[in-house]
Antibody, heavy 121, light 108 residues
Framework: EVQLVESGGGLVKPGGSLRLSCAASGFTFSAYTMNWVRQAPGKGLEWVSSISSSSSYIYYTDSVKGRFTISRDNAKNSLYLQMNSLRAEDTAVYYC??????????????WGQGTLVTVSS | EIVLTQSPGTLSLSPGERATLSCRPSQSVSSSYLAWYQQKPGQAPRLLIYGASSRATGIPDRFSGSGSGTDFTLTISRLEPEDFAVYYCQQYGTSPDTFGQGTKLEIK
């Protein structure tokens, strides 16, 4: 069974930093593209970033470019999101999600339960 | 970026009825890289449909997807009580991936 468990969320002041982690199990982590998707309170879903299986391809949504860094450690079956220069509009539940399959283009198919990041003074 | 417009915003139906949800991208979605998700309160999204019309593993056959280009539809043939939730479409063919704003399916 695929399991994705996020951690690292919490309350941080504007301009601060936070590092999210996602522990993966139940599948061959090193084979899959992984994603971060966020959801502001009461709002819709927003794709944040993706990283290919070997970290060769990395993508970000424009609003986080230069502030967030996605990374992975295949030896530890873990995905990370380093978030710097945080803004109030980054407040959201952050979901770790695995691509549904190994196709070059695949939607997120398995999701963690999310971790809440609150940016407020 | 490709903007996805979902309609209606809210759909009020009764169990047993048929639901038709629409997703219209602002430009053609390449190779039908269009997915549908279901989300219930306090839960993570659940993938229902990918490639516009392929059901994800374990998804009941009352859920079906259709369409291409700039016009996509999610149909739920006979609503079950557990189907009342928010539904999102997503395109993943052109970066950045984008989601629609969601359709809330509520019990009438």
């Amino acid at each position: 069974e695929v399991q994705l468990v996020e951690s690292g969320g919490g309350l941080v002041k504007p301009g601060g930093s936070l590092r999210l982690s996602c522990a993966a199990s139940g599948f061959t982590f090193s084979a899959y593209t992984m994603n971060w998707v966020r959801q502001a309170p009461g709002k819709g879903l927003e794709w944040v970033s993706s990283i290919s299986s070997s970290s060769s391809y990395i993508y970000y949504t424009d609003s986080v470019k230069g502030r967030f860094t996605i990374s992975r450690d295949n030896a530890k079956n873990s995905l990370y999101l380093q978030m710097n220069s945080l803004r109030a509009e980054d407040t959201a539940v952050y979901y770790c999600a695995r691509d549904y399959n190994l196709e070059w283009l695949s939607p997120p198919g398995d999701w963690g339960q999310g971790t809440l990041v609150t940016v407020s003074s | 970026e490709i903007v996805l417009t979902q309609s209606p915003g809210t759909l009020s139906l009764s169990p047993g009825e048929r639901a038709t949800l629409s997703c219209r991208p602002s430009q053609s979605v390449s190779s039908s890289y269009l997915a549908w998700y279901q989300q219930k309160p306090g839960q993570a999204p659940r993938l229902l449909i990918y490639g516009a019309s392929s059901r994800a593993t374990g998804i009941p056959d009352r859920f079906s997807g259709s369409g291409s280009g700039t016009d996509f539809t999610l149909t739920i043939s006979r609503l079950e009580p557990e189907d009342f939730a928010v539904y999102y479409c997503q395109q993943y063919g052109t970066s950045p991936d984008t989601f629609g704003q969601g359709t809330k399916l509520e019990i009438k």
